[in-house]
């Protein structure tokens, strides 16, 4: 059976959860294409930062490893800003919002900004990147900073105080963001992470997961929660069928820049 190139490396991904290495060869016989084709399809997972490209193959990137903030954003998916504007989109005039630290979460910042309400906004974060990103928010619109220990390869702080300082708010929406999705639930592989991520969680009346399709499928570090626990999941591209069908078992809502509901919403 051939599979269209997005398929192929999702399957390619998923090769590489149950061995730890994969052979350019092998994997060319496997799909019926030829092993240029395989070369490509590991040099662009690999650009993504989703594989380790080795001679003659690759291999899985560690599950408590993934390059730092800066790194992610330069090698992101072609579009995943489109993630942000979905997100954007679903904040009301006069709501409070959490924004979680991390490379697609920020994406939301400047069309945040760019959409002036009529009644003021909040947004809580514990994110530079998002604070940065929202400079030219109108006036009547507040932006609380979490207090914490300041990690500079995500930009954002973490720890007790800002966990803390979250559980001192009720918010109507939370944006956060994960390593990988999975049958299991959202993981990360930042464990500081996960306690913000919780946080958030609990004082929030919506949570929607912002992740890219490469998200889709992995598994990482520690887990988040389990699906049931979002509201919904924010994408640049649907996921595979097989996928789509789990999170529709599981009664998660999907949007996606390609679903033409997501453009007419």
């Not at 609380?144 to 995500?154: A, I, K, N, T």
């Amino acid at each position: 059976m051939r599979f269209g190139k997005k398929e192929r490396q999702q399957r390619i991904l998923q090769e590489l959860q149950v061995h730890p290495h994969v052979r350019v060869a092998t994997l060319a016989e496997r799909f019926d294409v030829a092993t240029e084709t395989i070369r490509r399809d590991l040099d662009a997972l690999s650009n993504e930062g989703l594989i380790k490209r080795e001679f003659g193959g690759a291999s899985a990137r560690p599950m408590g490893h993934q390059p730092d903030l800066a790194e992610r954003q330069s090698t992101a998916v072609a579009g995943f800003e489109r993630i942000g504007m979905l997100a954007a989109d679903m904040v009301r005039a006069g709501d409070v919002v959490m924004i979680d630290a991390g490379s697609t979460v920020a994406q939301i910042a400047p069309f945040l900004a760019a959409r002036r309400g009529t009644l003021p906004r909040t947004f809580l974060t514990n994110c530079y990147a998002v604070v940065h990103g929202m400079g030219d928010l109108p006036d009547h619109d507040d932006v609380l900073m979490c207090p914490g220990q300041f990690d500079r390869r995500e930009n954002a702080v973490y720890g007790s105080e800002t966990v803390e300082y979250l559980r001192r708010f009720h918010a109507n929406i939370a944006f956060i963001g994960a390593s990988g999705v999975s049958r299991q639930g959202f993981s990360d592989v930042n464990r500081r992470a996960v306690a913000v991520k919780r946080a958030m969680m609990e004082r929030s009346d919506e949570i929607w997961l912002m992740v890219d399709h490469t998200k889709f499928d992995q598994r990482y570090l520690e887990n988040v929660a389990p699906l049931e626990s979002l509201s919904g999941i924010i994408t640049d591209r649907l996921p595979v069928p097989e996928i789509a069908s789990q999170l529709e078992r599981a009664g998660i809502k999907l949007l996606a820049w390609q679903d033409p509901i997501a453009k007419t919403a």
